[in-house]
């Protein structure tokens, strides 16, 4: 093998380390202050980006020059020295500009030598790029499992306001095998995929999101009336009508075809919800308030049409919608072109719920 495709797979292993491998870690290590950079923006839609732990500079850093060394160097003392003081003015760096605090270092150190360990008990190129992707497997799939008992611990304990009509919902969306919520957690957190991540929203976060979302709200627009869309949409409403004194209640959709269009691209390619019916409409008089209709997530913003719809019929003065997030891809390429979103408070974020998983 010629030295320009060792080089390659090295620079292919690095690169799948700092993408995937290293926004993994983050999520399996984050829990709590010490994991968030010294310099956090502290924005919805920068997470993912303010977690600190390990840090990604500096075990890629250690990947990449252990693996040059090892491959193209070996027993260069003064190349080994050169590597080293590298290794230290980059760790230096990331503490100065506050990038990362000294632990976040230290641990990103630590995660680079144990990878650059493993690493050089191969022997071809190809067995090191083989091992970073088993690695990158085993830590996501160890992510996922991570979340997973995050929810199954805490779904059914829902803060005081929860609305116990609606545990319903939360029956439904915890009805699933295990591998099943692995696979649809691994899905939502895979950074090849969802490069903008929260991972798992507590109960607690929940109720920040939404307060949050409601100064947003509260400052165009006063609604006297919340509407939310089951299931997610309905405790938001259920949040939003008890801490801030609005009379609310839900709408309920289900899809006319006898499979539900379960297929994820089927729901995002069915633009006109001509496909809907309500099933169960509010037991509230809406006819001449000013409505807000809720829900957690806009993909296509079909059932935010029909809601609208529905309004309209009954004579509303004003009506508005909002979610917690939405999705730009989906907007553009499969949205409902008849229909916006008048607030969001998250744009391309994904995270999980603490309600169950999605169906």
Excluded at 98 to 110: A, D, F, P, R
Excluded at 153 to 172: C, G, S, V
Excluded at 242 to 262: A, G, L, M, Q, T
């Amino acid at each position: 093998m010629n030295n320009v495709i060792k080089f390659l797979i090295i620079f292919v292993v690095v690169l799948i380390h700092i993408a995937y491998t290293n926004p993994n870690e983050k999520i399996l290590l984050n829990g709590n202050k010490i994991h968030t950079r010294p310099k956090a923006t502290n924005r919805y839609d920068n997470v993912f980006s303010d977690m600190g732990t390990p840090s990604g500079h500096m075990e890629s850093s250690i990947i990449f020059l252990g693996l040059l060394y090892i491959t193209f160097f070996k027993d260069n003392i003064k190349i080994l020295y050169i590597f080293v003081v590298i290794i230290i003015l980059i760790g230096l760096q990331r503490i100065y500009s506050k990038s990362h605090n000294t632990y976040q270092v230290l641990i990103g150190i630590l995660m680079g030598l144990t990878f650059l360990f493993m690493y050089s008990s191969v022997s071809s190129p190809y067995s090191i790029l083989l091992l970073c992707i088993v690695f990158y497997i085993i830590i996501q799939i160890l992510s996922a499992i991570k979340i997973v008992r995050l929810i199954d611990k805490n779904a059914f304990h829902p803060p005081a306001w929860f609305d116990k009509t609606l545990y319903p919902i939360i029956e439904k969306k915890m009805d699933y095998k295990l591998s099943f919520k692995l696979m649809n957690t691994i899905a939502m957190i895979n950074p090849i995929y969802n490069p903008k991540i929260i991972s798992y929203s507590s109960w607690s976060d929940l109720e920040k999101q939404l307060d949050d979302m409601w100064m947003i709200v509260n400052s165009d627009y006063k609604p006297d009336v919340i509407i939310g869309i089951k299931s997610g949409g309905a405790i938001l409403a259920n949040y939003l009508g008890e801490k801030y004194n609005i009379p609310y209640d839900y709408i309920k959709f289900k899809r006319k075809s006898n499979n539900f269009i379960k297929n994820a691209y089927d729901r995002l390619t069915e633009k006109n919800g001509n496909n809907l019916d309500i099933v169960s409409s509010p037991n509230i008089d809406i006819e001449g308030k000013n409505v807000l209709i809720v829900d957690e997530l806009m993909h296509t913003g079909n059932t935010l049409l029909k809601t609208k719809q529905y309004c309209r019929a009954n004579k509303v003065t004003g009506c508005k919608t909002c979610v917690l997030m939405h999705v730009d891809y989906a907007l553009n390429n499969f949205a409902n072109k008849n229909t916006s979103c008048d607030y969001s408070l998250m744009k391309s974020v994904n995270t999980m719920w603490p309600w169950g998983y999605d169906n």
